[in-house]
């Protein structure tokens, strides 16, 4: 015989708001009907939404958002998948697909948060109400499907690195590199999953480095061009000065000459000249003596009456 339930719905339905242990958060009407119009076409959810009171509303917003993450997590596990088919076409985004995943782990690690605080609030197992009864129908049903989705999620990503290490130890063997699994699990968990890559990287780095060195050097070099441009400018400075100076000496060694060939003329004028002024001074005392004597002479015929014989 079916037991009558209405008085408990009743008692229940006149609960304002829920306590501690019915549910994990208090909302009011319109915030729900909100939520209902804005979700309700975003997730797929065989529960439907009915305001009976605010504690079922809460609980079934909670779970409504944690089927908006499974969907959140199917969603970027298929974008992986695509990601990987086109890997093999040569057009894969590696930043891009870890970002994928790195949100899905976030998602899986979320909603695994609110799984353990829903688990902590699941009502006892003698609790046969219509409200206890929803969260274990809830809380089991849909945590069994996180497990199957992070299962897939999960599985898909091993395969991922396994295939990672493969392409790993074959890219070590073309390169001619050794590599240990310690030193492989190192790559794929620092997200280098190609050598190839990597090497071309490391050959980029060690480029640009040169460059560099080779840009300072050339900068160092310029300096040195500009430091030897001045000096040569101060040469030929220099040698403009030495050839002016070099005009200026000859100028005063032509003086110097003229003026010795003008001392050694000066020097045979002036011996010429007192040859000459000896023999002015000779000829002047030869005058001087015939004059007086010419003179005595006239007064001795002046004095006799004779004709004077010089």
Known sequence: MIRDRLEELKQETQLDHASSSDSLCI????????????????????????????????????????????????NNLEIMKDMIAAKN????????????????????NNIM????????NLPKQNDFSTLARMKRILYYGLFQKYVEIWTETEQFLQNYEANTRKTLKTQSKILNIELNEEEIEALVSNKQTNLYACNILEDTEHARKTLDALTARLGDLKKLEKSLAEVHSMFIELQRMVVEQSVVMQSIEKHFLDAENYVEEAVEDIKHAEELHKKGVKFFNMFSM???????????????NSVPVI
């Open 27 to 74: 909302i009011s009407e319109d915030e729900l009907v909100e939520y209902v119009r804005e979700g309700g076409n975003e997730v797929e959810s065989e529960f439907v939404i009915i305001p009976l009171k605010p504690a079922i509303e809460a609980l079934l917003k909670v779970y409504s958002e944690i089927l908006r993450e499974f969907h959140i997590i199917t």
């Open 89 to 108: 076409a040569k057009s894969f985004n590696e930043k891009e697909f870890f970002k994928t995943r790195q949100s899905s782990i976030q998602t899986g």
């Open 113 to 120: 948060g609110q799984f353990q605080i829903l688990e902590t």
């Open 290 to 304: 015939f004059n007086s004597k010419k003179k005595v002479i006239t007064e001795m015929a002046k004095e006799t």
